[in-house]
Structure formats: C-alpha cells, structure tokens
C-alpha cells in the first residue's frame, strides 16, 4: 500500500501511553466522593478515551451538571496520578523516532487537558518528536475532537487534508477524523471494544506500532 500521508496526528492515552490504571482510579474517586455507584469494569472501561463530561453522562446518567463537578473531582486528583499510573507502550519511541527521521510532521491531538499533555509527553521524552500538542482547556472545554484535530492541523501549516493522517484507539478518534475530513487509523492494542473501531468507519487497523511504521513509511 502506497500512502502520501506527510502529517500524522496521535491520540494520547491508549495510542502512545497505558494510562488507564491512572484514569480509572481517578473516575472512581470523583463517584465515591458524589456518593454514586460505581460501574461495572466494562462501562467503567468507557471513560478510556473520550473527554470526562461525555463519559460521566454516558456511563453514569449523570446531567450536565453532575458531569461538569465529577470532571472537577476527577481533576483533584489527576495530575498526581497521570504519570504514576501511566506507561509508554512498547514500540511507541521507535515508532516516533522513525517518523521523525523521515520528515513527517507530527502532533498530539488529544482531549486531555493541555497541561497534562504536556506534561506526559515532556515526562515519557517523546517531546522532542513532535511539532506541536494539542489538548483542551484546563477546565475540559474545548474539547472536541474534531476542534483539536483542526487546531493541529493549523499549527503544523498541514492544509492539504488528503496527507494528513489520525491515529486512535476510540470511535471518539475516528468520528473526529471523519468530521474533518481526514484519514484516520485505529489501533487495536489501546481501549476500544472488539469491533469499534470498524463500526466508527476507520480507514486502517493496526495491530501494534510496527505496523503503522510500515505503512506510513511504505
């Protein structure tokens, strides 16, 4: 397969790092502090990947109200848990390495606050591969997918959307891509369900980082 994909934009958790020991002890300190259930491990599992609010009302049947004070409670906590519970998946530093080394533009294009963002990556020292980080407000606003796939996309000067290339683990990262109207890949070592990334219409699957540098370097 021949591709002419020149800037390449990643999600974060569950496509460069494992931060779910992190997120999930999170989601359960904001419930227990509101005083509600706590959900099965298979919905509990949604909350890895799409933004806070969204997962809150989704997986909990909080309001909007309710979701906004437990993203809150949530962030307490957080920013001592997001490198402590966090990993970067093997292959990942050779993949972006590779990419680097090849000319590609690269970003983080990701839901979590951009503080946090920063702080990961600068942690895990895969800083240095990227052109630019894209995450939401620190109070979660602005963080659309769809917006901060857009806001990488200027930042890294990539107007033709035919060469640009998303890469996630969730529909959230799919539905993101198509709302723009780039490519998008999704890998099945992060956080999806069996069949969500097929469902979410994305263009390619990867299996692990050494298939997606031997596609995007074909």
């Known amino acids: 397969m021949k591709n ?77 848990q997001c490198i402590i519970g966090n990993s970067l998946y093997n292959g990942i530093y050779e993949l972006l390495e590779q990419l680097r080394n090849a000319g590609k533009l690269l970003a983080v294009a990701t839901t979590k606050p951009q503080v946090t963002a920063d702080k990961i990556v600068e942690h895990f020292g895969i800083k240095k591969f990227f052109d630019t980080v894209c995450g939401a407000a620190p109070d979660g606003s602005s963080g659309e997918k769809a917006g901060i796939i857009r806001e990488a996309m200027e930042k890294l000067g990539a107007a033709d959307l035919g060469q640009v290339l998303m890469i996630g683990d969730r529909f959230y990262d799919i539905e993101g891509a198509k709302e723009v109207g780039v490519a998008s890949a999704g890998v099945l070592y992060g956080y999806g369900k069996p069949g969500e990334l097929e469902k979410a219409g994305a263009d390619y699957i990867f299996k692990d980082p050494r298939e997606i540098a031997e596609f995007i370097l074909s």
């Open 4 to 80: 002419s994909y020149s800037a390449i934009l990643f999600d974060l958790d569950g496509t460069l790092t494992d931060s779910s020991p992190g997120i999930l002890g999170c989601v359960r300190y904001a419930l227990e502090k509101m005083n509600r259930k706590i959900p099965e491990e298979t919905l509990l599992n949604g909350f890895l990947g799409p933004p806070l609010v969204y997962s809150f009302t989704e997986y909990c049947g909080m309001t909007p109200e309710e979701a906004c004070q437990a993203a809150k409670l949530y962030r307490e906590v957080y920013e001592d």
